[in-house]
Nanobody, 124 residues
Framework: QLQLVESGGGLVQPGGSLRLSCTAS????????IGWFRQAPGKEREGVSC????????AYADSVKGRFTISRDNAKNTVYLQMNSLQPEDTAVYYC?????????????????WGQGTQVTVSS
């Protein structure tokens, strides 16, 4: 069973930055593509970014392109989401999830393992 733990959330002012981390418990972490998703109050969960097993391929939602960067360090079993130029509309609970299937931000059903989420609040 793969366990994922998110960290790095918090309160930040508009225009600020945060770096989220997703750390996995299992040594076969490199077999999984990882996605970041978010859910704002009253809204459906949406895909934010994802990264392939090797880190060579990435994808981003249009709303975060140019502001967010996903990366991974398989030696540390960790995926990062660097979030810059944060705006109030980025406020949400952010989740990371793992899949052995090909990279996708749309097919959330293929992600077998999910973390508990970390709250990101962007407010002045």
């Amino acid at each position: 069973q793969l366990q994922l733990v998110e960290s790095g959330g918090g309160l930040v002012q508009p225009g600020g930055s945060l770096r989220l981390s997703c750390t996995a418990s299992r040594f076969t972490f490199e077999y999984y593509a990882i996605g970041w998703f978010r859910q704002a109050p009253g809204k459906e969960r949406e895909g934010v970014s994802c990264i392939s097993r090797s880190g060579g391929d990435t994808a981003y939602a249009d709303s975060v392109k140019g502001r967010f960067t996903i990366s991974r360090d398989n030696a540390k079993n960790t995926v990062y989401l660097q979030m810059n130029s944060l705006q109030p509309e980025d406020t949400a609970v952010y989740y990371c999830a793992a899949t052995t299937r090909p990279l996708t931000l749309v097919r959330m059903d293929v992600y077998n393992y999910w973390g508990q989420g970390t709250q990101v609040t962007v407010s002045s």
